[in-house]
Every structure is written in C-alpha cells, then in structure tokens.
C-alpha cells in the first residue's frame, strides 16, 4: 500500500472514532483513553513512513476536529525490544499473524521512536514519558 | 459514516489507484480513461457533502500527486432524471442493493451537479460538458 493511502485510512478511522465514539463521551464528562492518537499517526506515518510532517499534522488537525490529547503517556523502549515483544504475543515465527508495522525493519522502529521522542521534546508538559526497556 | 471519514476513504483509494494503476500506465506511454476522479469528490464531498472546499481540493491534490485530467467528460442531466436510471439499474424498491449516494436526498444530487457546474465554468478548456438528459 502507497504510505499516503495508508495515512488516509489512519485520518478515516480517526475522524469516525472522534465523531462517534470520543467527542458523545466527552460531552458526557467522560474521561477518554485511548491506546494510539493522533500522536501515533505523526510518529508512524510522518517519521516511519517519510511522509510530509506539516501534512501530516494539517491531516490530523482535521480528522480530530482540533482535539489533542491532554496528557500523553508514552511507554518508551528501544525498538529492538519492543519488536521482540510483540513478536512473542503474536506468536513468533508465524507471519500471518503478524501486524504490518511488526513485519517493518528495525529501521522503521527507529524512526517511529524518534518520531515519538521528537513529539516528547516539544511537549514535554503534555507528553510523559515512561521508561520501560527491563524486565 | 461522517463525512470527513468519508472523504478519507475516497482520498485513500485515489492515492492508491494513482501510484499502483495510472501513473504506470501513463509512464507507459499509455492514455488512462477513469470512470470518476477527483472533480467527483470535490462535487460529491465538497458540494454535497458540504465539506470545506479548500480542504477538499488540497486534499484531492495530495491524492493525485498533483495531477489532473486533461480532458474531463461531464454527462449531465437533471438529478431526478439520473436518479431514476441509478434506481432502474439497482433494482428499484430493492434499498439493500442501491449504493450510498442513491440512497441520498434529491437536494444532495442537486447541490453534486452545482459542483459540477462550478468546477465546468471555472475550467472550460478542460471540463467538455455533454447534455444527455433525453432519452
């Protein structure tokens, strides 16, 4: 799939999970958590993929209506770790079962985590970081 | 579906319909007739969809890699007229088989053929507009 297609899916399904699932909770004074966010879309699509950054936020702003989140807890570990982790819950050498972005080069991974780490730096009031490489 | 999810998922199959399918034709030397391109989102989700139009069109040039028809055919006819022969096609009073926009208001196919209209007086030279509404 062209990485620019691939990030319009991502925009689709944000802005229909914004609109029909988040914006009804908030309004009812419901705290919303999500695993993966805009954030996500700028990590894996802008720095992972190579795609325009500037676009890609201009997209997200638009899928989201504006809304961010108002606390980001990244959950930090070097890619090679990570990688073996999922690789281990999604049952090892069987491919089929592995998600597109497990079946990506450690180079990827690396990109994304920079991509994160970029995000982190320029808000470091919103974003958390949480060290998790042991264990 | 919200209609900014909806433009999304056309974007996406236009990116993707670009890069696998058309531009290989046309470094091919080949010349490539499409069935609906961008000026179709631009009347559909921007004219009936009432979605931003700026956004539309810089989305559709994202898409398209900047690239546009040379010479776009416009059949048009009244929107009742083609709604009736949509609905002929699918079976009538079976709803389960008409696709979305068939399932729309007549005014949302009037306000598609306004965006239609708008994009043939903007772009003459392009845009060759055949009357078929008899018949």
């Not at 914004?18 to 999500?34: D, M, S």
């Not at 890619?79 to 999922?86: D, M, T, V, Y």
Request: hydrophobic share 35%.
């Amino acid at each position: 799939m062209a990485p620019l297609s691939e990030l319009f899916l991502y925009e689709a399904a944000r802005a229909q999970h914004v609109r029909e699932v988040i914006e009804p909770l908030l309004k009812n004074g419901v705290t919303v958590l999500c695993d993966r966010f805009a954030d996500a879309t700028t990590a894996y699509q802008g720095y992972g993929r190579r795609l325009d950054l500037p676009w890609v936020e201009s997209l997200n702003h638009l899928a989201t209506g504006d809304r961010s989140l108002t606390s980001h807890f990244f959950l930090d570990c070097p890619p090679g770790k990570g990688l073996e982790r999922a690789l281990e819950e999604t049952g090892g050498g069987n491919w089929t079962k592995r998600a597109r972005f497990e079946e990506e080069r450690l180079s990827f991974h690396r990109r994304v985590r920079k991509g994160y780490l970029a995000i982190a730096r320029k808000e470091p009031q919103r974003v958390k970081m949480i060290e998790c490489a042991t264990g």
